[in-house]
């Protein structure tokens, strides 16, 4: 069954933490990215990756980090520097057409 | 750069009913236009697509978009819209290097 799985669906962090969200995926796509949705508003590019081993910052990369050792998986860290973390956060990947994943909400306590 | 625009923020409709929600682009080359669905806490489901070729395309869920260059424009309708279709919708356009470019969002509501 081909497609994007990120875990954990809920996360909640204490401030001051780093988190670490997954994303895999298993439709053999090149590119894959990381956006950021906070309620109300469209979709905002984190981080994205069109082969393994490099990386582009997007709009809103301060805060985040990634990276991409293997072409199913590109994970997206959350770090203290990040000042407002809490959202929804989406992965997708990319053939001719971008695949989303079901998404991961973090929380920070 | 590019940018899309969804002029309306919410649309509340009747069960039944037709519906229409407005996506503008700004893109200086020939589009990729994209519209997709989410359901709340969910990831985004693709309707359709638009790259080339007729300028009326047929979606999931029974969605059409039509592509009309002289307006910028790239108009989600469906004719008759069931309680399942309350979601938010998103309008998007691809860039260079795949990426893409989305609209704010309209949320959609359907009163029975």
């Known amino acids: 069954d081909g497609g994007i799985t990120q875990s954990p669906k809920y996360l909640f962090r204490k401030e001051g933490q780093n988190v670490t969200l997954s994303c895999e995926q298993n439709?053999?796509?090149?590119?894959m990215y990381w956006y950021r949705q906070d309620p109300g508003q469209g979709l905002r590019l984190i981080y994205y990756s069109q082969i393994v081993n490099d990386f582009q910052k997007g709009d809103i990369a301060e805060g985040y980090s990634v990276s991409r050792e293997k072409k199913e998986s590109f994970p997206l860290t959350v770090t203290s520097a990040q000042k407002n973390p809490t959202a929804f956060y989406l992965c997708?990947?990319?053939?001719?057409?971008?695949?989303f994943g079901p998404g991961t909400r973090l929380t920070v306590l | 750069a590019q940018s899309v625009t969804q002029p309306d923020i919410h649309i509340t409709v009747s069960e039944g009913a037709s519906l229409e929600l407005r996506c503008n682009y700004s893109?200086?080359?020939?589009?990729?236009l994209f519209w997709y669905v989410q359901s709340p806490g969910q990831g985004l489901q693709l309707l359709l697509k638009y790259f080339s070729g007729d300028t009326l395309v047929q979606g999931i869920k029974g969605f059409e978009a039509e592509f009309k260059r002289s307006q910028s424009s790239f108009n989600l309708r469906k004719p008759s819209v069931h309680w399942s279709d309350a979601a938010e919708y998103f309008c998007?356009?691809?860039?260079?290097?795949?990426?893409?470019?989305f609209g704010g969002g309209t949320r959609v509501l359907v009163k029975p």
């Open positions: 997708a990947s990319n053939g001719d057409t971008q695949y």
């Open positions: 439709l053999n796509h090149d590119a």
């Open positions: 893109y200086g080359a020939t589009p990729y």
């Open positions: 998007a356009v691809k860039a260079a290097g795949n990426k893409l470019t």
